[in-house]
Structure formats: structure tokens, C-alpha cells
């Protein structure tokens, strides 16, 4: 990708190696060096000395399965062999699954033994590195600069981009509101007046830009970005994209999927918007559908396949992010112990969702026989507080829950994976060591840490004077604390809302706001 | 296109609309993108052309280059597709140029629903496009699991009625027999199998999405065919036997039997084989063996749960103690 320098007087986004030749000229941590080969810098600083002539452990993947794959070298101390050994059983047979496996494992090891020469420290007494914050804070401020031109792909999808930066730097506990007249200035062209917004002038709109557009809004919060929204044109296209089988295509013309129902009830719940179906809402209105949501629990009930996950579309393989939008759209329809169980086979979907926890690695797949990926641990970390509310039935009082069927996922796991495997030595997080850092992973793999980090529970309090959605604005979360941490405390994050995938108090401004303005329908 | 439009005589008549990336707010806007001119040129004739609601030979074209540089424009797919039908232009034309698109972006997903929008067309494909099935397998032998891919195969299947198509079973089994770990393939062929038919709406299994029936009963069929059970039944158990490690069949054939509403019992002697003695050869068996004892052996079945938290699957520990919470809850 050829480095084009813009004539804007501002800073690039610094990219790795191949995508970039123009360093920062103003960055606020950065030591190392740009545009380098990754894993070279900062051998000599590492905090260990356990193996000193390690070389790089990016050895070929083994032909087959062997003994031999794991890394020879003892771990650090403190971590479970559970987290460095193979899995006990391990089929002879070798296929093109076994053989990503594997060669995904390898690349793990050297990370989860905290052993691997970017790995900056220090290491904690459970053998886990701390989280890079200071890092993971220039990243996200970086990325929230210009791209050079070979991000052209980028163009429809630039309201995500702020939405990811500032969700990360949120989690960080940076202030996002400082961006405000920023965000305002950037998403205002992207508002279609028939409703909206899309990925960027001029482009369509589209509920992915749209949800993610509402919720970097309540980030930043304040009047002018509640008022900066056309909710009545967002009413009345939300009529348009509903369907006759109750889900939502993401765009006119486009494709409905569960993505869509999730997007859909997120802003119409933030935004308060009337229920009752607009006069425009042609397809809906064909099947005696009167509402926005009407159909829409069943429709989601239709995405839940025969292994007990939930697919993008009836009837395709279930999937990891797809389970997160169905599970938060069914607990912003109603209370997750009612929504849940009755649209949902439950049981069935608690043995696949926990199926989705890998070992040694940690993380989480989205689907069976696939691989780890450091997103999914929101995508599939996300839909545990979900389901353990839903299991732990109706809140009780004003505070959190006397009994709660607890965690039932290794959050152990989950966090060895994300601060041993996915933090690039840079800043900024990733799929999984060999790939490069993004601001979509950075958001939801920090997303997925803060999650392990708090409890969520709901509660019978809502900021919200309405009836309608009162479930979705009740929840609230305390840290966790617990013996069992395998993180410190400065490696602890901001909670996000469960369902909103941002501060609470975000969600409840911008719902408090809107209930106080009223559109006619 | 390099030559530009502004110098285009045939669009001389256009006045482009420039891109307001938000600089003109006074605030600098974020995530900016230090767009080629060529990509800005034509993006600028896109948005005159589309605010015009332009249907024309012009505007076919232009769509084309702003693809040809960056095909995750969603907008212009959508444009695009509207022009090929008030165009009427030939279709089959167009899958095969779609063809290449998505051999060079395999990740992109914006393709599939164009294509899927073009096939929809009952006036243009009665019948399904015979390429079809060898484009996909082509796409496949890239990614054998690509989602989007087996989206598109799952909808051509419902829309052309393919569910006893030989092919869709012979091409599943191909996969499968390539890697039997392609999960993807094993859930097309459980839609071939127990999908709901064109009688029902579209869903993972059948009776979902009902009022009057619970989640529990999704997926059981409400007429049995109990040699194509039997026959898949044993079709998973063969493929067990090659990697027994491997969730997919075993829950596949978890899948079929909740289908015709036999009970996991029947596996019994077949499941036993994997967990006999010491050396334990699938984790699945034993969960599948924790199922069945937990209908009237509940120290058995919690002694199964156990041997899964302590020994072959303790990452998914509170997920087992959980589950042997349930059974004395039951008890």
C-alpha cells in the first residue's frame, strides 16, 4: 500500500510495517520504532532472563501431531499446565482444521507461557503480563487520525471506526467527551435525511453505522449529540428495513440478518423511538405487524441451530458474534429470565457457547472447529452476563442478587489469553500473535477484559420513567474481587452496560434525554 | 477509468458532488482517509449520479471502477444491482464477472448478497443457474468455511427447492470427507436433512419461532423418516470412528436423533467403546454417556461430568460443576 501523504496539515495513523512509512510526528508514548519488523525491539529490556538465547519461536508448524509441538521451555511460574500443555486427547487424523490448530497453538505457547520476546511485562506472580495501557491508549488515539491510502476499504465503515476508538478509550478510562465537537463534525455528513446514517457521505444508510454512529454519540454525550440525531427520519426508516418475518434488513436493498435485529434495538430502545410501526413500514404493515418489535423475539428464536448457537440468518452455522446480537437484542426486548428461556433452548446453547472456551489458549472460538480470536471475547464473553442473569431469574431488590448461578465460563482463561496473547508489543490488541492489531479488536478484546473484570447484574432500578425497555436500562456491575484474579489491579478497565457496549450512565443519558423529547408519530 | 471523469466528455453533464468528510465543520473530523484522487473522482460522480436516482449505461460502468477499488462499498453494490434490473442486463453476464470479484476478495461479504439480490430473479433464473454449484465448490476449495459462501448455498437451497438435490448431498459429503472437522458442512447438511421445508419459514429447526411450542421442541420433526435417520445415524458414526475427538458429528447426530425424538440411549453401546478403560479417545462420548445416565443413573452421570472437569475438558469446569449442580437439583 503506497504511502500518500494528504494535504491536510494533521497526523497520520501509524500502521505496521507494510502499511505505512509515515511515523507520527507527535506521538504521546511511543518508544519503539515504526515501521519495523514487529518482534524485534525491546529483546534486550525484557524483564526475564530464564532463556537467554531464545531466538524467534516462529518455527514451522509440525507435520501431523506430535509431542514435540509445544515449546520445550519451561513456562514462568505461576501458570496452570492446563494453560501450556496440548489438550489431552488429540486425533490421530490430520485435516485442514488440525493443521490451523495446531499451527495456531504453536504461535500461543511461546504467549502463554509468557515467554516470547515481545512480550513487555512485567509479569505478575501468575506468570501474566500487565495490561500495556499507556500503549493501547496512543493506539487508539492514533487510529482515530488520517489513514494513508491504502485504507481506502475503510470508507464505509469510518463511524465504526470512531465508535471503536472511543469504546476503547473509554474502557481505558480516558475521557471521551473531549472529541465531541470532533465526532459531531464527523458524523453530521453521514446522516441521510430520509433517516439514518451511513458509512460515510453520501453512502446509503446502513444499521451497523447507524448503531455504531447512536452509541459513539452517547459516548460523547450532550445535547448537541442527542439533538445532532433525526429520530423521527430514524423512526420512520426503521419501518422501511423491518420485514414481514419480524428482523431487520441492515439497509434498504440489503441483507437481514441478526446483526440488523440487535442494531435495530439498540437505537430504538437509546433513542426512545415510538414502538408503533410508521406509516412507511410497507412489508410489516403486509403481515398485520404493528409494532417495531412485534416478531422480532421469534425471528431471533428461528437463528438458533440444532448445536444450540445462533446464526447470522435461519439456518446457517452458529456463530459467536451473531449469539451476542440475538441474546442483547432479546434482553433489551424484555428481561433476559423471560426473553430468553422462551425463545431460546437454553440448555442447548449453554453447552455450545461453553464449547467455545479453548485450552491451553484460553480464548474463544465462534465456532465449533474454528480458531480462537481475541474479538470473540466479547463476542462470546459477552453473552455469559446475559445468560447468567437470565438463569438467575428476577432481581430481588435494589442491590445485587442474594444467589447467582455464578460464572460459568474460566475467566481465568479468557484473561491469560487476552493479556498474554493479543496485546501488540506496540499498542493496540489483535485476533491472536502473528496478526496485526486493529481498532475493531482493540475495542472488543478490552470489551471482553473489562467484562471478565465485573459482575453484571440487574436490578429493579431503572433511570428510565418508561416501561418500555425498563429491563435494559436496570443493569449495573461491581468489580470483581476475587482471590482468583489473574490480573492486577492497574490492569482493570471501565464496566461497559451488558448490552449497550458502553458506560451505563452513556446509555441512561442519551435514553433520559430522548424521553424528554418525544417525536409524533 | 485513469483518465478521469472531469475530462470525459460523456460526463461533461455531471456536476460531481465533492466529499464532505466533515473537515468543513471547523472540527478536525476523525478517522479520515487520505483517499486516492482516482477514488475520490469517481466517488464524487457516484454520489451526483446516485442523488439523481441515474439509471443508465454510465453509471453501470461507474460502478464498476469505484469496485474495482474498493468492493466494500456496500452503497454501490446496492446501486448497481438497481441499474442491472431497469437495465435489464443480462444477469448470467454478471455472475460471471461476480465470479472473479469474489475469488480476488474472498473475505468480502457485500458480493454475496448482490449475487443473492440477482438469482432472486425469478424472470432471470427459474431454475437455478447450473454453474452454481462448481462456483461454490470453487470457493469452497479457498475457504471451506467461509460464511458468507454457505449463507448464499443455504438460501439457493430454499429458493430452488434443492433440499433432495443430489448435488447439495454429494458436494456436503465431499467436504466432509476432505475435512471432517468442516462444521460449516455439517450444518448444510443438517438443514438438507431436518430443515425446515418450503412449507415452514426459514429457520435452524423446525417448530421455532412458535408461540405455542417451546424451545425444548425446536427441531423435532413432526413425521419421521426413520430409514434416512438410521442411514444418517450411521453415516456420523462412521465418521466418529475416523477422529472421535470431533464435536461436529457427535453433535450432528445429537441433532438427528432430538429430530425424529429417539432418545440418546440407543448410542449407548456405541459410545461406551470410547470411554472404556483407561484410555479415554473423546470427550464427546463422555458428555454423550453424562446425558444418557442422567435420565436414571445420576451418580454415574455425575461421575462422567466429573472425569470431564478434572481431566479432559477443565477449561469448561464451571460449565461441568454447573451441570452437576443441575442433576442434583433434578434428583
Known sequence: ?521 | MAEGYANDTEWANVTPIELDDGSESGAMPLATIAYPPEYLEATSYLRAVMAANEMSERALKLTKDVISMNPAHYTVWIYRARILFALDKDLVEELNWLNGVSLKYLKNYQIWHHRQVLVSSRTHFPTMPTKEPDFLMEMFAQDSKNYHVWTYRHWLVRHFKLWDSPREIEDVETLIKADVRNNSAWNHRYMLRFGPRDDEPDAGMVNAGKSQSKPEEKGRLPVVDEDLVDEDLKYAQKQILRAPENRSPWWYARGALHAAGRSLGEWEEFVAKFVEGDEVKSSHAVEWLADVYAEAEKTKAVEMLTMLKDKYDPIRKNYWDYRIRMLGQVA
Not at chain 1, 470508507?155 to 470512531?162: C, H, L, N, Q, T
Not at chain 1, 471475547?377 to 442491590?399: E, F, N, T, Y
Request: proline share 9%; net charge neutral.
Open chain 1, 1 to 521: 500500500m503506497p504511502p500518500i501523504i494528504a494535504g491536510r496539515p494533521r497526523r497520520k495513523v501509524r500502521f505496521p510495517a507494510a502499511a505505512s512509512a509515515n511515523p507520527p510526528p507527535q506521538q504521546k508514548i511511543i518508544s519503539t520504532p515504526l515501521a519495523t519488523a514487529p518482534h524485534q525491539q525491546r529483546s534486550q529490556q525484557r524483564p526475564q532472563q530464564k532463556r537467554p538465547g531464545e531466538t524467534q519461536p516462529s518455527s514451522p508448524r509440525p507435520k501431523g501431531k506430535s509431542s514435540g509441538m509445544a515449546s520445550q521451555d519451561e513456562p514462568r511460574p505461576g501458570i496452570p499446565a492446563l494453560f501450556t500443555q496440548p489438550p489431552l486427547i488429540r486425533d490421530p487424523l490430520v485435516t485442514e482444521t488440525t493443521d490451523l490448530q495446531d499451527a495456531t497453538l504453536e504461535k500461543c505457547l511461546p504467549f502463554l507461557k509468557g515467554l516470547h520476546t515481545s512480550q513487555k511485562g512485567p509479569f505478575n506472580a501468575c506468570g501474566v503480563p500487565a495490561l500495556q495501557r499507556d500503549d493501547h491508549v496512543a493506539y487508539l488515539y492514533d487510529s482515530l487520525e488520517d489513514y494513508p491510502a491504502g485504507f481506502v476499504a475503510m470508507d464505509a465503515s469510518r463511524p465504526w471506526m470512531v465508535y471503536w476508538a472511543l469504546a476503547g478509550l473509554t474502557l481505558l478510562g480516558e475521557d471521551p467527551t473531549r472529541f465531541r465537537e470532533r465526532v459531531l463534525g464527523t458524523l453530521r455528513p453521514m446522516q441521510n435525511p430520509t433517516g439514518g446514517f451511513g458509512g460515510g457521505h453520501g453512502q446509503i444508510s446502513h444499521l451497523a453505522g447507524s448503531y455504531a454512529a447512536v452509541l459513539a454519540l452517547a459516548l460523547v454525550g450532550g445535547e448537541d449529540s442527542f439533538a445532532l440525531i433525526d429520530r423521527q427520519a430514524m423512526w420512520r426508516w426503521l419501518g422501511r428495513l423491518k420485514q414481514a418475518d419480524g428482523g431487520f434488513s441492515v439497509t434498504e436493498g440489503g441483507e437481514e440478518d441478526v446483526r440488523g435485529a440487535y442494531c435495530a434495538a439498540t437505537i430504538i430502545s437509546l433513542l426512545d423511538l415510538p414502538l408503533t410501526l410508521p406509516p412507511d413500514a410497507e412489508k410489516a404493515r403486509a403481515v398485520g405487524l404493528e409494532t417495531l418489535t412485534d416478531g422480532l423475539a421469534e425471528y431471533l428464536s428461528r437463528c438458533q441451530s440444532f448445536e444450540g448457537g445462533i446464526s447470522g440468518s435461519p439456518g446457517v452455522e452458529a456463530h459467536g458474534a451473531y449469539a451476542f446480537c440475538a441474546l442483547a437484542c432479546l434482553s433489551i426486548l424484555g428481561p433476559p429470565e423471560e426473553t430468553i428461556p422462551r425463545h431460546m433452548n437454553v440448555p442447548l446453547l449453554l453447552s455450545w457457547l461453553s464449547a467455545r472456551q479453548y485450552a491451553p489458549e484460553g480464548g474463544f472460538s465462534g465456532r465449533t472447529n474454528k480458531l480462537v480470536d481475541g474479538c470473540y471475547s466479547h463476542w462470546v464473553g459477552g453473552c455469559w452476563p446475559l445468560l447468567q442473569s437470565a438463569l438467575d431469574g428476577k432481581p430481588q431488590s435494589p442491590g445485587a442478587p442474594q444467589t447467582t448461578v455464578g460464572n460459568l465460563f474460566s475467566r481465568e482463561g479468557l484473561d491469560r489469553y487476552i493479556l498474554g496473547c493479543c496485546q501488540n508489543p506496540r499498542g493496540g490488541l489483535r485476533d491472536k500473535p502473528g496478526k496485526h492489531a486493529d481498532s475493531y479488536h482493540t475495542c472488543y478484546v478490552l470489551t471482553g477484559l473489562s467484562a471478565t473484570q465485573h459482575y453484571h447484574y440487574r436490578t429493579d432500578l431503572s433511570p428510565s420513567s418508561s416501561e418500555n425497555f425498563a429491563s435494559a436500562f436496570s443493569w449495573q456491575s461491581s468489580p470483581v474481587r476475587s482471590d482468583d484474579n489473574v490480573y492486577e489491579k492497574s490492569d482493570c478497565l471501565v464496566a461497559f452496560h451488558p448490552l449497550y457496549v458502553i458506560p451505563h450512565q452513556a446509555a441512561a443519558n442519551m435514553r433520559v434525554w430522548c424521553e424528554g423529547q418525544p417525536i409524533a408519530t
